[in-house]
Protein backbone atom coordinates (compact mmCIF):
# COMPACT_ATOMS: atom_id res chain seq x y z
CA UNK A 1 0.00 0.00 0.00
CA UNK A 2 1.59 3.23 -1.29
CA UNK A 3 0.56 6.42 0.90
CA UNK A 4 1.05 9.45 -0.30
CA UNK A 5 1.37 13.29 1.37
CA UNK A 6 -0.56 16.25 1.79
CA UNK A 7 1.31 17.76 -0.35
CA UNK A 8 1.15 15.05 -3.26
CA UNK A 9 -2.52 15.58 -2.71
CA UNK A 10 -2.16 19.03 -3.20
CA UNK A 11 -0.35 18.62 -6.50
CA UNK A 12 -2.22 16.20 -8.11
CA UNK A 13 -5.67 18.75 -7.17
CA UNK A 14 -4.07 20.92 -9.19
CA UNK A 15 -2.73 18.71 -11.83
CA UNK A 16 -6.54 18.04 -12.58
CA UNK A 17 -8.18 21.82 -11.68
CA UNK A 18 -10.07 19.78 -8.25
CA UNK A 19 -11.67 22.72 -6.49
CA UNK A 20 -11.26 21.91 -3.10
CA UNK A 21 -13.63 22.35 -0.15
CA UNK A 22 -11.78 21.82 3.13
CA UNK A 23 -14.14 20.30 5.54
CA UNK A 24 -14.44 18.49 8.16
CA UNK A 25 -16.28 14.52 8.84
CA UNK A 26 -19.46 16.43 9.87
CA UNK A 27 -19.60 18.30 6.85
CA UNK A 28 -18.43 21.82 8.57
CA UNK A 29 -15.64 23.71 7.13
CA UNK A 30 -12.59 22.91 8.61
CA UNK A 31 -10.19 25.70 10.48
CA UNK A 32 -8.05 26.93 7.75
CA UNK A 33 -4.69 29.16 9.09
CA UNK A 34 -2.97 31.30 7.34
CA UNK A 35 -0.13 28.54 7.30
CA UNK A 36 -2.24 26.62 5.35
CA UNK A 37 -2.99 29.30 2.67
CA UNK A 38 0.89 29.47 2.82
CA UNK A 39 1.45 25.92 1.93
CA UNK A 40 -1.62 25.04 -0.58
CA UNK A 41 -0.33 28.04 -3.16
CA UNK A 42 3.12 27.42 -2.70
CA UNK A 43 3.93 30.99 -1.03
CA UNK A 44 7.58 31.41 0.57
CA UNK A 45 7.78 32.93 4.24
CA UNK A 46 9.86 35.33 3.31
CA UNK A 47 7.23 36.74 1.12
CA UNK A 48 6.27 38.99 3.89
CA UNK A 49 3.97 41.71 2.05
CA UNK A 50 1.84 38.85 0.46
CA UNK A 51 1.69 37.65 4.35
CA UNK A 52 0.88 40.29 5.71
CA UNK A 53 -1.46 40.84 3.26
CA UNK A 54 -3.18 37.82 3.66
CA UNK A 55 -3.23 38.22 7.77
CA UNK A 56 -4.47 41.69 7.08
CA UNK A 57 -7.90 40.44 5.00
CA UNK A 58 -8.78 37.16 5.74
CA UNK A 59 -9.71 37.46 8.78
CA UNK A 60 -12.16 34.39 9.70
CA UNK A 61 -12.48 31.24 8.77
CA UNK A 62 -15.03 31.34 6.00
CA UNK A 63 -12.41 34.24 4.48
CA UNK A 64 -9.53 31.77 4.66
CA UNK A 65 -11.76 29.11 2.65
CA UNK A 66 -13.34 31.27 0.42
CA UNK A 67 -9.98 32.20 -0.81
CA UNK A 68 -8.76 28.67 -1.06
CA UNK A 69 -11.70 27.90 -3.19
CA UNK A 70 -11.41 31.02 -5.39
CA UNK A 71 -7.83 30.35 -6.18
CA UNK A 72 -8.46 27.05 -7.00
CA UNK A 73 -11.59 27.83 -9.54
CA UNK A 74 -9.50 30.80 -10.86
CA UNK A 75 -6.52 28.03 -11.40
CA UNK A 76 -3.85 30.60 -9.84
CA UNK A 77 -0.97 28.28 -9.43
CA UNK A 78 -0.72 28.78 -13.16
CA UNK A 79 -0.79 32.11 -13.89
CA UNK A 80 3.04 33.85 -14.05
CA UNK A 81 2.39 36.59 -11.72
CA UNK A 82 0.22 34.78 -9.30
CA UNK A 83 1.89 36.85 -6.34
CA UNK A 84 0.24 39.98 -7.28
CA UNK A 85 -3.12 37.90 -8.53
CA UNK A 86 -2.84 35.98 -4.83
CA UNK A 87 -2.72 39.83 -3.39
CA UNK A 88 -5.64 41.16 -5.16
CA UNK A 89 -7.80 38.09 -4.34
CA UNK A 90 -6.89 38.34 -0.59
CA UNK A 91 -8.50 41.81 -0.70
CA UNK A 92 -11.97 40.87 -2.96
CA UNK A 93 -12.28 38.63 -0.63
CA UNK A 94 -12.04 40.58 2.83
CA UNK A 95 -12.24 44.25 2.21
CA UNK A 96 -15.70 43.97 3.77
CA UNK A 97 -14.36 44.11 7.09
CA UNK A 98 -13.20 47.32 6.05
CA UNK A 99 -16.11 49.38 4.80
CA UNK A 100 -17.25 52.70 6.64
CA UNK A 101 -19.55 55.48 5.15
CA UNK A 102 -18.58 58.71 6.36
CA UNK A 103 -15.52 60.74 7.32
CA UNK A 104 -17.71 61.05 10.81
CA UNK A 105 -17.61 57.00 10.78
CA UNK A 106 -13.87 57.12 10.30
CA UNK A 107 -12.92 59.82 12.95
CA UNK A 108 -14.67 58.31 15.83
CA UNK A 109 -12.19 55.76 15.09
CA UNK A 110 -8.40 55.20 16.06
CA UNK A 111 -5.96 56.70 14.03
CA UNK A 112 -4.83 53.00 12.89
CA UNK A 113 -8.17 52.09 12.18
CA UNK A 114 -9.22 54.65 10.57
CA UNK A 115 -6.36 54.88 8.30
CA UNK A 116 -6.65 50.77 7.66
CA UNK A 117 -10.23 51.63 6.95
CA UNK A 118 -9.92 54.30 4.34
CA UNK A 119 -6.87 52.88 2.36
CA UNK A 120 -7.51 49.23 2.59
CA UNK A 121 -3.91 48.07 3.83
CA UNK A 122 -2.21 46.98 6.60
CA UNK A 123 -0.45 50.08 8.31
CA UNK A 124 2.19 49.88 10.49
CA UNK A 125 3.46 51.81 13.57
CA UNK A 126 6.20 53.51 10.68
CA UNK A 127 3.82 54.41 8.40
CA UNK A 128 1.22 55.74 11.54
CA UNK A 129 4.48 57.60 12.40
CA UNK A 130 4.86 59.08 9.02
CA UNK A 131 1.24 60.21 9.17
CA UNK A 132 1.61 62.17 12.32
CA UNK A 133 4.83 63.88 11.38
CA UNK A 134 3.88 64.82 8.11
CA UNK A 135 0.85 66.97 9.99
CA UNK A 136 -1.77 65.34 7.63
CA UNK A 137 -5.70 65.25 9.20
CA UNK A 138 -7.79 62.48 8.38
CA UNK A 139 -10.13 64.91 6.29
CA UNK A 140 -7.46 65.89 4.21
CA UNK A 141 -6.52 61.73 3.36
CA UNK A 142 -10.28 61.26 2.99
CA UNK A 143 -10.47 63.86 0.55
CA UNK A 144 -7.25 62.74 -1.61
CA UNK A 145 -9.04 58.95 -1.08
CA UNK A 146 -12.22 60.30 -2.72
CA UNK A 147 -10.52 62.00 -5.62
CA UNK A 148 -8.51 58.72 -6.16
CA UNK A 149 -9.45 55.80 -4.63
CA UNK A 150 -6.09 53.38 -5.84
CA UNK A 151 -4.24 55.70 -3.55
CA UNK A 152 -2.28 54.06 -0.99
CA UNK A 153 -1.58 55.97 2.36
CA UNK A 154 2.93 56.17 1.81
CA UNK A 155 1.80 58.17 -1.67
CA UNK A 156 -1.22 60.14 -0.25
CA UNK A 157 1.65 61.34 2.34
CA UNK A 158 3.29 63.10 -0.67
CA UNK A 159 -0.07 65.48 -1.43
CA UNK A 160 0.29 66.62 1.95
Known sequence: MTTITKHQVLKLQKLNTVSISIKNPNGTNKHVTIEDI??????????????????????????????????????????RKKGLKVLALSKEVGSYHYTYSSLEQLEKMSLLDALEHLFQQPINCVMEQDFIEAKA????????????????????LLHV
Open 38 to 79: LTHCEISPKATIVIEHLEFFLKTNEDRNTFINEYESRQLWRD
Open 137 to 156: TLKKMYDLKQANPKLLLMNA
